[in-house]
Structures are given as structure tokens and as C-alpha cells.
């Protein structure tokens, strides 16, 4: 069973920094694209970043890009997202997320805030 345990969220004012981890398990963790989507209140839920199995390549949404950074640890079967310059649209719930070729797998989500 695939699971997937994000942390790291909280409040912070703007201007300021957090670090998400996603802890996954159930998986060949080395094997798999991971990635955060995000959801707003009374938004859809929307791509953050992604990185690649080896951790060679990565990808980032236009909205992220240049201060949110995606790393893994395949040693710990973790993923982390450190987010710099937090602006207040950057408040949203953060959803860790892998796939197969069947199936998704999504965290339980963990919130951030980011205050004015």
C-alpha cells in the first residue's frame, strides 16, 4: 500500500521561507516521479513541481518558479520542497503526489499561510 505523509506546513508572514516533506512508503520510492500539487479555497488543484525518479530533472509551475526548489532523498525515500519569498497567494493546502501507470497516489495534504 502506496502512502504518502506530507509535513512542514504552517503560518508565515510574507517574505518568509518553509520546507515541505513528503515521506513516502509502499513504493520503489527510486522508481518515481514525485511531485506537489496545491489547492486554494475555491480553487481547482494545481500543479506546483515535479522531479525526476534520480532527482536529475525537475519542473516547476511559472507561478514557483525561482522560489519554490524540489529535491529528493531516495536514500530516505523522501521528498522536500523548500519554498523562499512566500507570497500570500501561496496559501493553499499542499498535496504530495506519485502515480503508476494505473493509479494516483496522493498525501493528506498540509496547509500553508502566508499572511500580508
Known amino acids: 500500500q502506496v502512502l504518502l505523509v506530507e509535513s512542514g506546513g504552517g503560518l508565515v508572514q510574507a517574505g518568509g521561507s518553509l520546507r515541505l516533506s513528503c515521506a513516502a512508503s509502499?513504493?520503489?520510492?527510486?522508481?518515481?516521479?514525485m511531485g506537489w500539487f496545491r489547492q486554494a479555497p475555491g480553487k481547482e488543484r494545481e500543479f506546483v513541481a515535479a522531479?525526476?525518479?534520480?532527482?536529475?530533472?525537475?519542473y516547476y509551475a511559472d507561478s514557483v518558479k525561482g522560489r519554490f526548489t524540489l529535491s529528493r532523498d531516495n536514500g530516505k525515500n523522501t521528498v522536500y520542497l523548500q519554498m523562499n519569498s512566500l507570497k500570500p497567494e501561496d496559501t493553499a493546502v499542499y498535496y504530495c503526489?506519485?502515480?503508476?501507470?494505473?493509479?494516483?497516489?496522493w498525501g493528506q495534504g498540509t496547509q500553508v499561510t502566508v499572511s500580508s
Open positions: 503526489h506519485t502515480r503508476s501507470t494505473w493509479y494516483n497516489y
Open positions: 522531479i525526476s525518479s534520480s532527482g536529475g530533472r525537475t
Open positions: 509502499g513504493l520503489t520510492f527510486s522508481n518515481y516521479v
